[in-house]
């Protein structure tokens, strides 16, 4: 069986079954859920899946920051999310919402972003928010003037951090890798390689 539920379209009927044993959840279909609609997701998630047992929130769909926060609050054990960038900075209000922001900083592990990229002018407060994280996936264009400048924050600040991999945007020269790799290898705590169009690295 499965351990994955998948939450598109629903039904307001109450279920015949709750699937007890989920512990990866994703909401999708790409929509942007108004607030009744969100209440109504929260009620067939509770009657549908037993929330605690939930570790991995995958959201494809935007939710309201108090959705998003009532959810986390039913759903305790949730420590990997994965999103959309600009999803997760319309739910958070831009860093906004304190309260979310608390929840998610304490209760996020491992982080994966999709779309979008991370700026150096919002790159201190993402670390705020998310500086209990372990594992990062993220997106950077490698022709960004501030790419060494925003890792090097990322790895210096993010001090409970063990991995991160970078989905690089633009072309992949044989330059770039062996300029990255080098100046990466300066710091014999880090190591680094890359994987196609991506950038990994494990620190020690």
């Known amino acids: 069986m499965s351990n994955c539920f998948f939450v598109g379209l629903y039904s307001d009927n109450t279920p015949t079954r709750k699937f007890r044993f989920v512990t990866s959840l994703s909401l ?4 942007s859920y108004s607030d009744h609609s969100n209440s109504s997701l929260l009620s067939y998630l509770t009657s549908t899946v037993d929330l605690t047992k939930i570790r991995h929130l995958k959201l494809y769909s ?3 920051g108090h959705t998003l926060f009532s959810l ?3 759903a305790p054990n949730i420590n990997c999310l994965s999103s959309s960038y600009h999803n997760l900075l319309q739910m958070i209000n831009d860093f906004g919402d304190v309260w979310l922001c608390w929840l998610l900083n304490m209760m996020i592990k491992k982080l994966t972003l999709s779309y979008g990229r991370l700026t150096l002018s919002i790159v201190d407060q993402f670390i ?3 500086s209990n994280i372990e594992h990062l996936s993220l997106c950077m264009n490698m022709d960004d003037i501030d790419f060494q400048e925003i890792l090097l924050k990322l790895i210096k600040n993010l001090t409970h951090l063990s991995s991160i991999r970078i989905s690089l945007a633009g072309k992949l020269t044989d330059h770039f890798q062996s300029q990255t790799l080098l100046w990466l290898s300066t710091n014999q705590q880090l190591h680094s390689e890359f994987n196609d169009n991506f950038l990994d690295i494990w620190i020690t």
């Open 28 to 31: 999708c279909d790409g929509e």
């Open 62 to 64: 935007l939710l309201s």
């Open 128 to 130: 705020e928010l998310f």
């Open 72 to 74: 986390l609050c039913k």
